[in-house]
């Protein structure tokens, strides 16, 4: 069964700095790979999202602080993030879907483009608290 593996994540201190790690296990397809969040009432945000081509985008709200990077394995996601603020506390889910092109809406927020295939999937989550 196909699924996702988030690990990272906690708590910081404003100016710190964390990674989260997320792995499509039980599928050895390319994945098109992304993390989003959310806080309590407020909207689902991408964050930072990547193309099989390696092609990376990042939210205004989280450029020149956070970076990502495709892990050792195989459809690994790391996303480092630093200079962390309290603003950045939320829920961090990690979703994929198994698609070689582009898997990206950027205009405006960073969101899902419609592509062939199942449904992405998507993570349990995991959470990033930032005090100030």
């Known amino acids: 069964q196909v699924h996702l593996v988030e690990s990272g994540g906690g708590s910081v201190q404003a100016g710190g700095s964390l990674t989260l790690s997320c792995e499509v296990s039980?599928?050895?397809?390319?994945?098109?790979m992304g993390w989003f969040r959310q806080s309590p009432g407020e909207e689902r945000e991408g964050v930072s999202v990547?193309?099989?081509?390696?092609?990376?985008y990042f939210a205004d709200s989280v450029k020149g602080r956070f970076t990502a990077s495709k892990g050792n394995a195989k459809n690994t996601l790391n996303l480092r993030m630093d200079s962390l603020k309290p603003e950045d506390t939320a829920m961090y889910y990690c979703?994929?879907?198994?698609?070689?092109?582009?898997?990206?809406?950027?205009?405006?927020?960073?969101?899902?483009?419609?592509?062939?295939?199942?449904?992405?999937?998507w993570g349990q989550g995991t959470q990033v608290t930032v005090s100030s």
């Open positions: 979703t994929a879907a198994p698609y070689g092109g582009n898997c990206w809406s950027t205009a405006g927020r960073i969101d899902w483009a419609r592509i062939p295939g199942p449904p992405p999937l």
């Open positions: 039980g599928n050895n397809n390319r994945f098109c």
């Open positions: 990547m193309n099989v081509d390696g092609t990376v």
